[in-house]
């Protein structure tokens, strides 16, 4: 079945690029998505990319597909306090027309000043 | 900007109480989803919802959970009889892209 995992925890200094990676089993998924979590909030949706791009870029946000390894990264540019979230990757399954989504277990974003 | 509300925002309840959980969507959107994430563990899909009836759920999505849509406005998760397991943050969505900011249901 599908599975999307990432690491737990990553730390950068203010300032600095952040850059959270995703894995993902089924290369046919057809979007794929990255949401925020900030304290006691929901989830944000930041982004998506769609399986046949390879790159997409929002303000400070770009976004990487790597489809031959089945990788996702969204990199942070000049990473600020307020950046300080857990970050979900998420996949589409293919063959779904539901809209479900499968999430990664979240990685929790540390900017120190 | 439209949002999803969700409430309450956190529900404590005895084991073998039934809670419903309540969710505002987005009116105009067609697919309604709920989900749910166990302390420390991922985001689960529960059910997604579409015309008024369910289109598909999960395997956690058993015979004691239920979902409806009564006034075309609130969109409800009931878990009849609650255990210990049940206690998570449940999420309602609207779309893929808008996500209420969670009920957190604790079971006693």
């Known amino acids: 079945g599908e599975d999307v995992e990432q690491s737990l925890f990553l730390s950068v200094r203010e300032g600095d690029s952040s850059v959270i990676n995703c894995t993902y089993t089924?290369?046919?998924?057809?979007?794929l998505y990255w949401y925020k979590q900030e304290p006691g909030a929901g989830l944000q949706l930041l982004t998506y990319?769609?399986?046949?791009?390879d790159m997409k870029q929002d303000q400070r946000l770009t976004v990487l597909l790597n489809k031959k390894d089945k990788h996702l990264s969204l990199r942070i540019a000049d990473t600020q306090t307020g950046d300080s979230a857990i970050y979900f990757c998420?996949?589409?399954?293919?063959?779904?027309?539901?809209?479900?989504?499968?999430f990664g277990q979240g990685t929790t974003l540390q900017v120190k000043p | 900007e439209p949002e999803v509300t969700q409430t309450p925002s956190h529900q404590v309840t005895q084991m073998g109480q039934e809670v419903i959980l309540r969710c505002v969507p987005i009116?105009?959107?067609?697919?309604f989803y709920w989900y749910r994430q166990i302390l420390g563990q991922k985001v689960e899909f529960l059910v997604s919802?579409?015309?008024?009836?369910?289109?598909?759920k999960s395997e956690i999505f058993d015979d004691q959970f239920s979902v409806e849509r009564p006034d075309g406005s609130n969109f409800t998760l009931k878990i009849r009889s609650t255990k210990l397991e049940d206690s998570a943050m449940y999420f309602c969505?609207?779309?893929?892209?808008?996500f209420g900011q969670g009920t957190r249901l604790t079971v006693v």
């Open positions: 969505a609207s779309s893929e892209a808008f």
């Open positions: 089924d290369s046919s998924s057809t979007y």
């Open positions: 009116s105009n959107h067609l697919y």
């Open positions: 998420a996949e589409s399954p293919p063959g779904d027309n539901t809209g479900k989504l499968i």
């Open positions: 919802f579409y015309n008024n009836e369910i289109s598909e």
């Open positions: 990319i769609f399986s046949n791009m």
